[in-house]
């Protein structure tokens, strides 16, 4: 079968190296364009960019594909290859109607939630600071809507009480690649079976904004938790910024001001119903990223003294 990719961040990567690895004929990669990083601004090649380049397949990175001679030039390119399947892993652009009917079979979407719950843009993000038991990763069939296409195979996972972003983030990409391979599989022996979704049941996974990681003691002990879960938290130690990278919830109680430190063993916080939060992984301002231990190692705390 004659294969488009479209993706971009490290998370389409186990995507394209199924399709890749699978026999089928990859003829071209799309991907956003490369951005300026660093301090010499020097432009990094998107993971997906890079491991393309690794399988000798030709990268397109279009501005955009809605409008503009950009548009037009990657119209003409889809048209000369003949996909008869386009498969999108966040891939960071809409696809007008003219390239979603474009293949035989369509488009194809991984999506990294259990559709048609967290639809969007960053479902990890939103699964973790939600506090949900549990997430997936979906196929559909893609359509003008934002990720309201039929849903084709799901596959379910647990999240660990205190899984990170990035650890769930990386089982889900490994997992999209799996799920791709059996939609494929089961897509040429003509055994999907399509379901519809259930808007009702549907809620939306917005884009992250930096505000969001700001870290309000006020909050319940599994808010503050979540959050750090879900997009790395952070506060104010002494005046200086402190972010905190992987967290866990006391079993015990306190009587203390809401942000004050109650064990300087441990690091533990407290929040606003009278839990708190330990502090496991953390990154003090103009400091390498580094467990509590050594935190505590050269930072001497004091029971009391206030987060912000």
Known sequence: MKIIFMGTPEFAVPCLRTLAESGHEVT???????????????????????????????????????????????MRILREAAPELIVVTAYGQILPKEILELPKYGCIN????????????????????????????TSMQMSEGLDTGDMLIKK??????????????????????EVLAETIDALEKGTLSPEVQDDS????????????????FNKTAAE????IRGVTGFAMLEGKRLKVF???????????SNGAVVDTKR?????????????????????KRMNTEDFLRGKKLTEGEILA
């Open 110 to 137: 991984i999506h990294a939630s259990l559709l048609p719950k967290y639809r969007g843009a960053a479902p990890i993000n939103w699964v973790l600071l939600n506090g949900e038991k549990e997430t997936g990763v």
């Open 224 to 227: 503050v938790h979540n959050t």
């Open 156 to 177: 379910k996972t647990y999240i660990g009480e205190n899984e990170t972003f990035e650890e769930l983030y990386a089982r889900l990409s490994a997992m999209g690649g």
């Open 267 to 287: 690091f533990a916080v407290k929040c606003g119903d009278g839990r708190a939060v330990i502090f496991r992984e953390v990154q003090p301002e103009g400091k």
């Open 201 to 216: 049941l549907s809620c939306y996974s917005p884009m992250i904004k930096k505000e969001m990681s700001a870290l309000d």
């Open 28 to 74: 071209a990669v799309f991907t956003q364009p490369d951005k300026p990083k660093g301090r010499g601004y020097k432009l990094i090649p998107t993971p997906v960019k890079a491991a393309a380049l690794e399988y000798g397949i030709p990268v397109y990175q279009p501005i955009s594909l809605r409008k503009g001679e950009d548009a037009d030039e990657a």
């Open 246 to 256: 992987r967290s866990e919830i006391a079993e015990d109680n306190y009587n203390a």
